[in-house]
Every structure is written in structure tokens, then in C-alpha cells.
């Protein structure tokens, strides 16, 4: 279970740090009980059970969140990672009613139960995925709940019992729509309706349609179009069907479109030709190289009032012998009225197709200003010599078109293997908001032994000396054992008097020596952020925390995030009761407990944590 708690404000549970299902709800009813005087400003759930007992029964949960008083919840997110789960599964039932507060639920796998009355009326995001709704009515009122939505998501279950959405929102500026794969219950997919007025962006990702309307939608909506239509098995039915739903779009003035749609546009191409897109200006469109030939004009010639094109050039497709040298059919209007820029990215092909589309458009567009072409490396093709800079140098129907060929090539790693060694450095003036991220070898054996040779306590000391001043600071745990070491040798020791920002990596079994040292040497120390990794060197010694109080303790410390592992000596429990115990300035403590280690935790031990003495009656800690 993650558990993140502040009192009174917001709680969230993993459920798979629990030994089962009715043991994590048990938690959850004690604490709402707990709280039963306060309310709760975010709620967060995350049920695992990939991995789990075929004993856990995530059904326990709907319960225990009917009982929640969702009132004054501002945030409320639940997500399900189950089994193949089907109708009859022992997926996690909710009951939504009368949130005055909510402004973001998110749901992942869960079935909503009909809704009796239901009141949003604050709530601006939205995301539904894989949720089963129980019927067309539900998931109408559940979208038209609230006056002031502005960004919905849906990726409806496999099982789910819409037949026929409606999506109608005045308020709506973002509506993102994916399928859930593969369709089952709905043999041609869903019917959808669309009434959203002040609608800026649609996504369309993977979905099949039986049909597809928009009533109203915003002037300058954006369009990202992935549809499919073969679910269904009727030729003629899925042409009409996917015609339709492109005259939807005929004023969108921004489209990406796929080229799993524009597959669709190739295979009837013999048919009726497209609807126009009148409003339409910049088009991003992926096409298989092949079928370019045919593909590209049909689709201009769609688009009259284009003035900006995008066309990613990918691999074959199953067409036609085309021709060796090949001119195309017709001149869209495009070309001659509005067409300013067009930018094509595309290896380079054997038949050298995409030489041919650049001449196309130089040598027909009377109104194109820049066309660049990127040429992707890694197939290894080359052209013959000369062949690019004849292209460069070809006539051009448009005076003021500039021609660029840009090389595509994957982006190596700007750093070499390894880390910096460094013989001296030097910084000779910085700006006083300067932020430094340092991972640096100060010697051969510095770090890696924990002893520092007198050469390595001169580089560490010279190094200290140029970042002294600097106020945010990132640090890697091989660094900060050198600079521990050598703070040790000093007397009086190192000060970075201005930091007031400092994350840092330190080994969880040198943390309890080290972490007093290194708070004493930042007196003024504010935010601190701090990783326990693995292992180190520095194992011998008691622990140093009750023998140091840092001044910054007591004088300025406010914030302290501690990411770890549960290790077998409870060290992560032990830094954090001494932060609690002796800082009077702290806020927030943040213990954000790795998942990944198989280890389990002291059962009680986080109720022992929440109740441990605390110096700051300010302190609230929070456990992730």
C-alpha cells in the first residue's frame, strides 16, 4: 500500500502492500473514521492485482468508498491494474452522487454503478479508462453533470453496455476518444454524437465507429485523427460510414491524420471522391511511400485553402507496380492558390520517390515559399553523386521557394561513457541563481575506497571553494562520500553558507553517519531532497544522529523529501523519527517508500511513524 497523508487534506493507498484486499479496506474504513471530524481534499486509490492472490477480491472497495463523504473532495482518483477481467469479474464497484467540490476524477478499470442523483458541479478534468458505465443515460448525465467541464478522456471497456454516446458540453475544450480493443459487445462499434460549441482539440485514437456526428464543435478546432473501420464487414457500409465521419470535419483548420485512416482514403480511391476540407490550413499527414503516387493528390485536392504541409514518408505498402518516372494526374488547387510550406521526412527509397514529390512541388506550386526535405540515415542508402544538387539547382515555378535537404540521423549521447576527472576547476565569475548538478570523480580512489590521497583533498577542497556560493545544488552519493571524507580531515569544517536547495544520493548504510555532517555544512539549508541507494563502503561506526544537532535543524530546514528502499535495519524509519524529534522549523516530510524491493515493512510501524513525537507542531508527514 502507498499511503501519502497529510491530516485533514489528502490520502492515497497502494493496495499491494497489504497482505489482501480486505486488510486494505480495513485501513481505509479506520482511517475515514479517523477523519470522520475533517474532510479529505484528495483521494487516491491504486489496486494491483496482476500479481496477486486469486483470493483478493477487489469488489471489497466499492463499500468502503460509498461510505466516503466525497463532499469536499477536490481530487478523486482510483486505478485498477487486474487480471483479464470481464463482466462478471470482481472489479472495484462506484457510486458517484453529490460532489460539490470535485474539480478532477480519474478512473481506471472500474464499473460505475447507475446513478440515483448526481451533482458535479465543479468539475473541470475528466478521464475515464477501461470503465465499465452502465448504460447510454449514464454516461450522458455523467458527461453533461458539469457546467464547467473542460477536459474529458474515454477509453469505454470492452464490456461496456454503451451502445449510443452522447457527448454534449457547453463548457468542453479538450475530448479525447480511444477504443478499448478488441470491441466484443459492440459487433460495429459505437454510435457517437458530439454537441461541444467551445470544443479546441479533439483526439481520435483506435476507435471504430457505426456512425459518427458532430452537432457543433469551436472555429479553431485542432484534429488528431486514428480511426478504423474494420469491424465493419460490409464494404459498401464501411465506405458510406467512413465518408460520413470526414464531413465532420470539413471547417477543422488543424488536422494530424494517421496513415491507418489515410489507408482507408488509398483503398477507395476509385470511389466518390473525398468531402472537402474547406477550413483546413495545416495538415500533418503519414503516408506509406508507394502509395504517395496516388495517395498525396487525392488528399490535396481536398484542401484548397492549404497553406501549411506535413508528410512523414514510412515503409511500402502492397500496391500497384508504379511506374519508373512518374508525373502526377492532376495540379489541386492548393498548389496554385494558398500552398506556403511543406516539409517531408522520409529515408531514402530505391526509386527515389521522394525526389520525385520535392520536383513535384517546386515545378507546379506557384505560391510554395520553403519546402524542406529530411532525409532519414539510418537505411544506409545513398543517392548518386550530384543527384541532390541537380534538384537544388532545378527551375522553380514559385521565384521566393527556398529548398533545404536536412539529414535526420539518430541523436548520439552528447556525453561520453564515464564520469569527469577533473585536475583543476575553476569557475571565474557564475550568476547568483546559478543551479548545479554535479557527478564527478575527484581522483582515482576518491569515492570508490572512502580514503582520499592528499591530491584528492586538494582537488575536493579547490572544487568546494568554487561552488560555495552557489544556492540550489544536486549531488551524486560517490560525491557526496568524498566530500564527507574530507570534511572530516577539516577543521573548522566546510560551509555552503548560501545553499538553500539540496538534493542529494546517499547509501542507506552510511546515511545515519553521514547525513549530520552534511546538514552542519549547510547552515541555512531549506529544501532537501534525498535518494538511499545501495550499499557503501562507509559501514563501521554508531550512528552519528544523536551526536550532531545541524543548525539548520533548528533555524531554517522546511522540507524534506527522503526517497527509499525497505532495508533490513529500518534506516529510512531512523532518519526520519530523528528529522521529526529534533527539527523545529520543519513543514513537510516526505518518505517515499520503493515498491520494486521485495521486503516488507514492520507491521504498525507507519502508525507508529504518524504518532512518533514530533519537535514542529507545524510538521506534517506524508508516506508514499
Given at each position: 500500500m502507498e499511503t501519502s497523508l497529510e491530516m485533514g487534506s489528502c490520502i492515497s493507498y497502494r493496495q499491494h502492500r497489504f497482505p489482501n484486499d480486505k486488510a486494505c479496506v480495513d485501513f481505509i474504513d479506520?482511517?475515514?473514521?479517523?477523519?470522520?471530524?475533517?474532510?479529505?481534499?484528495?483521494?487516491?486509490?491504486?489496486?494491483?492485482?496482476?500479481?496477486?492472490?486469486?483470493?483478493?477480491?477487489?469488489?471489497?472497495?466499492?463499500?468502503?468508498?460509498?461510505?466516503?463523504?466525497?463532499?469536499?473532495?477536490?481530487?478523486?482518483?482510483?486505478?485498477?491494474?487486474?487480471?483479464?477481467?470481464?463482466?462478471?469479474?470482481?472489479?472495484?464497484h462506484l457510486t458517484l452522487s453529490v460532489c460539490e467540490a470535485l474539480v478532477c476524477l480519474k478512473l481506471h478499470h472500474v464499473r460505475l454503478n447507475e446513478f440515483e442523483s448526481l451533482s458535479l458541479p465543479c468539475l473541470k478534468i475528466?478521464?475515464?479508462?477501461?470503465?465499465?458505465?452502465?448504460?447510454?443515460?449514464?454516461?450522458?448525465?455523467?458527461?453533461?453533470?458539469?457546467p464547467v467541464l473542460e477536459d474529458l478522456k474515454i477509453s469505454l471497456h470492452k464490456y461496456d453496455f454503451v451502445v449510443h454516446l452522447r457527448v454534449c458540453s457547453q463548457s468542453l475544450k479538450s475530448f479525447t476518444l480511444k477504443r478499448a480493443e478488441p470491441v466484443y459487445s459492440i459487433r460495429c462499434g459505437h454510435s457517437v454524437v458530439m454537441d461541444t460549441p467551445r470544443l479546441e482539440y479533439l483526439s481520435l485514437i483506435d476507435y471504430q465507429f457505426r456512425s459518427f456526428k458532430i452537432i457543433s464543435m469551436g472555429d479553431s478546432v485542432k484534429a488528431d485523427?486514428?480511426?478504423?473501420?474494420e469491424v465493419i464487414l460490409d464494404y459498401l457500409s464501411e465506405r458510406t460510414v467512413f465518408y460520413n465521419f470526414l464531413s465532420n470535419f470539413s471547417r477543422v483548420g488543424d488536422m494530424t491524420i494517421s496513415w491507418r485512416t489515410l489507408k482507408l482514403i488509398y483503398g477507395s480511391r476509385d470511389m466518390d471522391p473525398l468531402p472537402m476540407f474547406h477550413g483546413l490550413t495545416r495538415l500533418r499527414a503519414a503516408m506509406c511511400t508507394n502509395a504517395s503516387y496516388e495517395l498525396l493528390p487525392i488528399v490535396l485536392d481536398s484542401c484548397p485553402n492549404?497553406?501549411?504541409?506535413?508528410?512523414?514518408?514510412?515503409?511500402?505498402?502492397?500496391?500497384?507496380?508504379?511506374?519508373?518516372?512518374?508525373?502526377?494526374?492532376?495540379?489541386?488547387?492548393?498548389?496554385?492558390?494558398?500552398?506556403?510550406?511543406?516539409?517531408?521526412?522520409?529515408?531514402?527509397?530505391?526509386?527515389e520517390t521522394e525526389l520525385d514529390l520535392v520536383n513535384f512541388f517546386l515545378t507546379e506550386s506557384s505560391t510554395l515559399k520553403k519546402l524542406v526535405l529530411r532525409l532519414n540515415q539510418s537505411s544506409g542508402k545513398t543517392y548518386e553523386p550530384g543527384v541532390l544538387e541537380q534538384l537544388t539547382e532545378s527551375p522553380r515555378l514559385s521565384s521566393l521557394c527556398q529548398f533545404e535537404v536536412l539529414d535526420v540521423v539518430p541523436t548520439p549521447n552528447p556525453w561520453p561513457e564515464g564520469d569527469y576527472q577533473f585536475k583543476s576547476f575553476e569557475l571565474v565569475s557564475t550568476s547568483e541563481s546559478l543551479k548545479v548538478d554535479i557527478d564527478v570523480v575527484f581522483g582515482a580512489t576518491g569515492g570508490a575506497t572512502g580514503v582520499l590521497n592528499l591530491k584528492e583533498r586538494e582537488n575536493v577542497c579547490e572544487f568546494l571553494s568554487f561552488v560555495s556560493n552557489v544556492r540550489d545544488m544536486t549531488i551524486s552519493s560517490k560525491n557526496l562520500e568524498s566530500i564527507y571524507h574530507h570534511s572530516r580531515a577539516m577543521n573548522p569544517r566546510f560551509k555552503f553558507r548560501v545553499l538553500t536547495r539540496l538534493r542529494a544520493s546517499m547509501s542507506s548504510n552510511s546515511s545515519p553517519q553521514m547525513l549530520p555532517v552534511i546538514l552542519e555544512m549547510c547552515?541555512?539549508?531549506?529544501?532537501?531532497?534525498?535518494?538511499?541507494?545501495?550499499?557503501?563502503?562507509?559501514?563501521?561506526?554508531?550512528?552519528?544522529?544523536?551526536?550532531?544537532?545541524?543548525?539548520?535543524?533548528?533555524?531554517?530546514?522546511?522540507?524534506?523529501?527522503?526517497?527509499?528502499?525497505?532495508?533490513?535495519?529500518?534506516?529510512?524509519?531512523?532518519?526520519?523519527?530523528?528529522?521529526?524529534?529534533?527539527?523545529?522549523?520543519?513543514?513537510?516530510?516526505?518518505?517515499?517508500?520503493?515498491?520494486?524491493?521485495?521486503?516488507?515493512?514492520?507491521?504498525?510501524?507507519?502508525?507508529?511513524?504518524?504518532?512518533?513525537?514530533?519537535?514542529?507542531?507545524?510538521?506534517?508527514?506524508?508516506?508514499?
Open positions: 479506520k482511517f475515514l473514521n479517523f477523519q470522520s471530524k475533517s474532510y479529505l481534499r484528495e483521494f487516491k486509490l491504486s489496486i494491483d492485482q496482476k500479481e496477486s492472490n486469486f483470493a483478493n477480491d477487489a469488489s471489497l472497495y466499492g463499500p468502503c468508498l460509498g461510505k466516503m463523504d466525497k463532499r469536499k473532495i477536490q481530487r478523486f482518483q482510483v486505478e485498477s491494474r487486474l487480471r483479464d477481467w470481464g463482466v462478471n469479474d470482481n472489479e472495484t475528466m478521464y475515464l479508462e477501461d470503465v465499465i458505465l452502465p448504460s447510454d443515460a449514464a454516461a450522458e448525465a455523467l458527461i453533461g453533470c458539469s485523427i486514428d480511426v478504423d473501420f492549404l497553406k501549411h504541409l506535413t508528410v512523414e514518408l514510412i515503409s511500402d505498402y502492397p500496391v500497384a507496380v508504379i511506374p519508373e518516372r512518374w508525373t502526377m494526374p492532376l495540379v489541386p488547387y492548393c498548389l496554385g492558390s494558398s500552398l506556403e510550406f511543406v516539409e517531408m521526412e522520409s529515408s531514402i527509397t530505391e526509386l547552515p541555512n539549508l531549506r529544501h532537501l531532497t534525498l535518494e538511499l541507494v545501495g550499499d557503501s563502503v562507509v559501514t563501521e561506526g554508531e550512528s552519528g544522529l544523536l551526536n550532531v544537532l545541524p543548525h539548520c535543524l533548528v533555524s531554517s530546514l522546511i522540507s524534506v523529501d527522503i526517497k527509499s528502499p525497505i532495508t533490513d535495519k529500518a534506516t529510512e524509519v531512523e532518519l526520519v523519527r530523528y528529522l521529526l524529534e529534533n527539527s523545529t522549523t520543519l513543514q513537510k516530510l516526505v518518505l517515499r517508500l520503493n515498491q520494486s524491493c521485495p521486503k516488507n515493512d514492520t507491521p504498525g510501524f507507519l502508525k507508529q511513524l504518524f504518532e512518533s513525537p514530533r519537535r514542529s507542531s507545524l510538521c506534517q508527514i506524508v508516506i508514499l
